[in-house]
């Protein structure tokens, strides 16, 4: 049995919605019922009524949700408790990234970061999003590195975490180079054929940018969905074999582009969105995690141009 199950649990009797409930925990709403039903064959029986609507729990269910939240409480208290014990590793900065970003972003920044900051160790740990988040919320990691736009801000409470711009990053549209090095799939807006469409799951937050895309463009654009993933890297490897276009950051296609290998599925400046690159922590005043080393970053992070990727 994992935690994570337990979570999903107590997050579905709070909203009382299965697609409520995915999107918060930043999965699909497939892979959430199947968590949800991985702990009812744990339990040995039906947890959710699912005859309901809005969805309710069972006697059985509402008798597991007391034991679960008290369960991950005692939990979490115990790895704080763990955790403020521990004195190995302080010249050690632990990162949460998501796994974009910790393929693509992270390591030509971390190479800035050493010449003009000097020598660093770090320990990376690439997550989803929301997993990412919250490894930061639950005192697991010193900082996280995060894409940020307004129409989707991360849920974390300003009074208690505060940010760093590590720069921008643009999210467009890729697809394979043809043999006269123009897109096998290209984005008209006009109507006609179905363009094949690598898509992120449901839930996934650079899926939740190009939905974003998709609502601003001036004419329907026809895409059609051949796949589908939480991953960036899976996306730009299906774009790569020809299988359709993929919405990539550019930092993660650079190479590719470089190379010809990928290529703009749209002019330049349209069908685009420009993201912020952000570095999260949590304020000195309410935590309990302070390493010398991760302070003397944040602070040379913060000065002009400190932060620049």
């Not at 330049?268 to 999260?280: D, F, S, T, W």
């Amino acid at each position: 049995m994992e935690t994570k199950w337990l979570e999903d649990f107590v997050s579905l009797a709070e909203t009382r919605s299965f697609s409520r409930s995915a999107q918060l925990r930043h999965v699909t709403q497939p892979a959430f019922s199947r968590r949800i039903q991985a702990l009812e064959a744990w339990a040995g029986v039906d947890l959710v009524d699912r005859s309901s609507y809005p969805t309710r729990l069972t006697a059985a269910g509402e008798t597991l949700l007391g034991q679960a939240v008290d369960l991950l409480g005692n939990l979490q208290a115990t790895r704080n408790m763990l955790r403020s014990h521990q004195s190995a590793g302080q010249d050690m900065i632990e990162f949460a990234v998501p796994h974009s970003l910790s393929f693509s972003f992270f390591p030509h920044w971390l190479m800035e970061l050493r010449q003009r900051f000097g020598e660093v160790k770090c320990r990376l740990n690439a997550l989803n999003v929301h997993d990412a988040t919250l490894q930061l919320s639950e005192g697991n990691c010193d900082l996280l590195v995060v894409y940020h736009h307004p129409s989707q801000p991360l849920q974390l409470d300003p009074e208690r975490y505060e940010s760093v711009s590590l720069g921008h990053e643009t999210l467009s549209a890729y697809a394979k180079a043809d043999a006269a090095g123009a897109p096998m799939f290209r984005i008209t807006g006009h109507p006609g054929q179905k363009i094949p469409f690598l898509s992120y799951a449901s839930g996934a937050y650079l899926g939740r940018l190009v939905e974003l895309i998709v609502k601003d463009a001036a004419l329907p654009l026809n895409l059609e969905s051949v796949f589908e993933t939480d991953m960036a890297e899976s996306l730009k490897a299906m774009a790569l074999e020809g299988h359709g276009l993929a919405f990539l950051p550019a930092s993660s296609v650079k190479k590719e582009v470089k190379a010809r290998r990928l290529v703009r599925a749209a002019e330049p400046g349209h069908y685009e969105l420009n993201m912020e690159l952000r570095m999260y922590r949590e304020r000195q005043a309410t935590t309990r995690r302070v390493k010398p080393v991760a302070q003397a970053l944040w602070s040379f992070l913060n000065q002009p141009g400190g932060g620049t990727a």
